[in-house]
């Protein structure tokens, strides 16, 4: 525990003085760590009411730990100032960490409103501690002499890290270059907010209610049913709501028999943010957040944001970026044309002599496999029960790599009633920390799939780590089982990737816990889980139909590991679509920013001869959160950079006997418990044993090597 207890009184005092409810305040569960195993959050005792006093409280209390630092007068050490920096900020970090997994996975407008109001003010009391001179005066003493401080390399690591964050922050500007800095990095934090939230605002605004089952032909009863069910929760009687993802293509495209529903569920999807109808328009933000980017990078002397956020990555420059990029244009075009002419063979079998259009290419992607692979979406399904999936899929297999068992609990409090909880526990019997899982979609979570933490990992703090995996699957009608899309499936692997990151981390420092590597290298671990969906032995144990309990047929099981890679150069070129937008966004400069977000969408498409209309990109500006509100900007890439590594790792631990402790144990050891503790790049050398192969990847995707 940290030695601020007299600190944290006297601001409780302060507060307590300009507050009426006593009671509430002496009894915020953000005030002290929690009680319950490994600190999880206490959501029996959490409310709306208690996040601001305790932000409040926590910012007053970290900047007094700052000032401590800042102003001892002895002279700067590694321990009292480094180490010190990293002991700093406990109760906010608590604090932000339960609200910032609240605000994703089950808001409301009390929480946004707190979100909004907080956003500013988080990224204030960032600059107040970054661009405090006499703090950084000892980061930079101790910075030049460091190689004179007998540093382990994690330290050294960290020493040069925190140097970089204060020099990346502004420390080395003027005055006046810091009062603009603060003022860009205000607006930005509330943009940002902004933008997430008309996000999940859209996710409602454009759900297509369906009045005629008729028109839902193709879809199977269950599906019928919980579209039945998400209506009348909307106050839609004897309607059908069909919910649009994060994505502009949507899964249930595949199954609508009707064309022309296909195209509004399409159309729903992907204009979006435009101010369709009067609808909600972003433009104004992706416009505005384009600019500051591109004026915060100048004042860093950088000539735009893609070269000042691809710096610190593994990439480190743009130009590295753009050549892995387009190298693999050429082949990615060439595999998505040959998919296309078995798409329009399909076409016209059905009688249709119109163009390719987006809303017809999943659905006949689909009638391609059935015909080639004989696989039909709802003959798979009945073997992907989503519980059989998690304990007998994805728990089996980190059992049989790691050794690692999980142990549901139902004594903790949850955030929502569809949140589980587990126990992990190492080969040992000793645990590791706790699993929350929450795999159901609902209004109040935002789209897509993601992990994060509760409590991250560090032996400074005598932590251990609490994560949570997120999806978005369709929750089943009720008394009906939870039947899930392969793709599901592959994503409950990927994110259980991202935890075991997390749970595995065993690192001194809480700044180098678990997934705090570069966003190039986070994506590793996760996709290095997902091929071990189609691993045969793993699928024999969790592919079982859900009634009768039989294994999924040994020819099915084959044709769906065929079907796999049909269609990847759809998905690779959708992917790389969204990349290119994302990075010449961040490739202007601040006087370069256009006025037309649609027209320098197709202008960014068309100069990678990326355009093709009947393949838009994965996701289009005005709903593209993960640059827009989630951290990625400029670093979409990261996904098919950090594929490079996991197609290579993967294929490495297949020639040194695949799916046995001894693989998983060399993994665990050199990748997943070191956290950002080395060099990520450095760490992945010392266990592949040299370079990544990119024909991996290619391969990993069923594309031409060629």
Not at 98 to 106: D, K, P, Y
Not at 121 to 135: C, E, M, Q, Y
Not at 583 to 601: R, S, T, Y
Request: negative net charge; glycine residues 6%.
């Amino acid at each position: 525990m940290k030695n601020f207890t007299l600190l944290l009184i006297a601001s409780t005092l302060l507060l307590f003085s300009a507050c009426n409810d006593h009671d509430a305040m002496t009894e915020n569960p953000f005030f002290e760590p929690s009680t319950l195993p490994f600190e999880a959050p206490d959501f029996d005792r959490i409310s709306e009411e208690h996040f601001r006093p305790a932000f409040e409280t926590g910012m007053e209390v970290e900047l007094e730990e700052i000032e401590r630092i800042a102003g001892n007068p002895e002279e700067p050490t590694f321990e009292n100032t480094i180490v010190e920096l990293e002991r700093t900020g406990e109760m906010l970090r608590r604090t932000r960490l339960v609200f910032s997994n609240l605000t994703s996975a089950h808001t409301n407008d009390k929480l946004q409103e707190i979100q909004s109001e907080m956003a500013p003010k988080f990224a204030s009391h960032s600059d107040n501690i970054l661009l405090n001179a006499d703090l950084f005066a000892r980061v930079e003493t101790l910075y030049e002499d460091r190689e004179n401080l007998d540093l382990d390399d994690a330290s050294m690591k960290l020493l040069e890290d925190t140097y970089r964050d204060f020099v990346r922050a502004g420390a080395l500007l003027s005055d006046d270059e810091q009062s603009r800095m603060r003022q860009i990095n205000e607006r930005i934090s509330s943009l940002t907010t902004e933008f997430q939230e008309k996000l999940l605002e859209m996710t409602r605004e454009r759900a297509v209610i369906v009045d005629d089952e008729a028109l839902l032909d193709g879809l199977s009863s269950d599906r019928i049913a919980a579209a039945a069910e998400a209506a009348a929760d909307r106050g839609y009687e004897d309607s059908y709501l069909l919910s649009i993802t994060n994505t502009t293509r949507v899964p249930i495209l595949t199954s609508l028999n009707n064309r022309d529903i296909r195209q509004k569920v399409w159309k729903a999807s992907a204009y979006r943010g435009i101010g369709e109808d009067g609808g909600i328009d972003t433009r104004p933000i992706v416009l505005e957040l384009a600019e500051l980017r591109a004026e915060r990078a100048e004042l860093l002397g950088y000539p735009n944001f893609a070269t000042f956020a691809i710096e610190p990555q593994t990439a480190q420059t743009p130009e590295a970026v753009l050549e892995m990029l387009t190298d693999l244009i050429p082949a990615v075009i060439a595999n998505t044309e040959q998919e296309a002419e078995l798409i329009i063979e399909m076409m016209r079998a059905d009688g249709i002599d119109d163009e390719l259009q987006p809303w017809d290419w999943e659905y006949y992607a689909e009638k391609v496999r059935q015909d080639r692979y004989e696989i039909d979406e709802e003959e798979i399904r009945p073997y992907f029960e989503l519980n059989r999936v998690l304990e007998d899929g994805v728990f089996y297999t980190m059992n049989r790599l790691y050794g690692i068992t999980f142990e549901e609990r139902f004594d903790l409090p949850v955030y929502h009633p569809d949140v589980r909880v587990f126990d992990v526990f190492d080969e040992d019997g000793s645990q590791l920390g706790l699993f929350y899982a929450d795999y159901f979609t609902r209004d109040s979570k935002r789209g897509g799939a993601w992990m994060s933490s509760f409590i991250v990992q560090s032996h400074l703090l005598d932590q251990k780590p609490v994560i949570t995996n997120n999806l978005n699957i369709s929750r089943p009608a009720e008394g009906e089982p939870a039947l899930i899309s392969f793709n599901n499936v592959t994503t409950m692997f990927h994110e259980m990737g991202h935890a075991v990151h997390g749970l595995f981390s065993d690192v001194e420092y809480p700044s180098q816990a678990g997934t705090s590597v570069p966003r190039d290298f986070v994506e590793f671990p996760s996709t290095f889980e997902e091929d071990w969906a189609i691993h045969p032995e793993v699928l024999r144990n969790y592919a079982r139909h859900y009634e009768t309990g039989d294994q999924i047929p040994q020819e099915l099981l084959d044709r769906v590991i065929a079907a796999r890679e049909f269609n990847q150069g759809f998905d690779t070129y959708e992917y790389l679509g969204a990349t290119m937008i994302d990075m010449e966004w961040h490739l202007l400069g601040e006087n370069e920013i256009p006025d037309d977000v649609e027209a320098f969408e197709n202008a960014a498409l068309e100069k990678y001869n990326m355009d093709w209309h009947a393949v838009p990109p994965r996701y289009k500006s005005a709903y593209f959160a993960h640059i827009f509100s989630g951290g990625y900007s400029a670093n979409y890439y990261a996904y098919i950079w950090s594929e490079i590594l996991a197609a290579d790792a993967f294929a490495f631990m297949r020639e040194e006997g695949g799916l046995t402790r001894e693989n998983g144990d060399r993994y665990r050891e050199y990748i997943l418990s070191r956290g950002g503790s080395l060099d990520a790049m450095e760490l992945y050398r010392s266990y592949r044993g040299g370079d990544p192969d990119v024909s991996h990847l290619l391969r990993r995707r069923g594309l031409s090597v060629e």
